[in-house]
T-cell receptor, first 110, second 112 residues
Framework: KNEVEQSPQNLTAQEGEFITINCSYSVGISALHWLQQHPGGGIVSLFM???GKKKHGRLIATINIQEKHSSLHITASHPRDSAVYIC????????????FGKGTRLSVIA | SQTIHQWPATLVQPVGSPLSLECTVE??????LYWYRQAAGRGLQLLFY??????ISSEVPQNLSASRPQDRQFILSSKKLLLSDSGFYLCAWVLTGGYGYTFGSGTRLTVV
């Protein structure tokens, strides 16, 4: 079964800073998900990626399949980016239930 | 378009009361459906999954049950809630053989 490690657990940044959140997993996968959980609890899917890099606005997600590692970057961070960021991968190769990281709590201070 | 509806967004229930959370999917057929729970301070953990109508698999024994009465409907239930049932509940789906999961927005349950 896949094991997911996220780092850091908590992150405080000043507005405008470049932010990196890391995710490592133990079993080869078909795709990795990055999710955002707002203080109220609602989940928003940010990215699903299986190779390379994806960009959406100020968010960039990268994945290295060989190293079993993904990063989520936020450029020009803003207080509204404050949330918990979670990565998730299939529990085994193929179409299996997801295993979630414990999340990274980001606080961006104005 | 393919969407997933999960409600309610928040719920406060007394200990011992019943629970019913519903998740419905639109725009697809025969999805694999999942219920996850996030307890305080922990990551989301799989509770139940279903690959078809009436087919339910449970990951961990608990005070909860799940049912899939229709192809695109997944229900999480409890006959008597415990304080430890408090948490964030998330529904998700994916097509068999696919890897693009779609997530509900979640339900925050507080048992008092």
């Amino acid at each position: 079964k896949n094991e997911v490690e996220q780092s850091p657990q908590n992150l405080t940044a000043q507005e405008g800073e470049f932010i990196t959140i890391n995710c490592s997993y133990s079993v080869g996968i078909s795709a990795l998900h990055w999710l955002q959980q707002h203080p109220g609890g609602g989940i928003v899917s940010l990215f699903m990626l299986s190779s390379g890099k994806k960009k959406h606005g100020r968010l960039i997600a990268t994945i290295n399949i060989q190293e079993k590692h993904s990063s989520l970057h936020i450029t020009a961070s803003h207080p509204r980016d404050s949330a918990v960021y979670i990565c998730a991968v299939p529990s085994n190769s193929g179409n299996t239930p997801l295993v979630f990281g414990k999340g990274t709590r980001l606080s961006v201070i104005a | 378009s393919q969407t997933i509806h999960q409600w309610p967004a928040t719920l406060v229930q007394p200990v011992g009361s019943p629970l019913s959370l519903e998740c419905t999917v639109e725009g697809t057929s025969n999805p694999n459906l999942y219920w996850y729970r996030q307890a305080a301070g922990r990551g989301l953990q799989l509770l139940f999954y279903s690959v078809g109508i009436g087919q339910i698999s449970s990951e961990v024994p608990q005070n909860l049950s799940a049912s899939r009465p229709q192809d695109r409907q997944f229900i999480l239930s409890s006959k008597k809630l415990l304080l430890s049932d408090s948490g964030f509940y998330l529904c998700a789906w994916v097509l068999t053989g696919g890897y693009g999961y779609t997530f509900g927005s979640g339900t925050r349950l507080t048992v008092v």
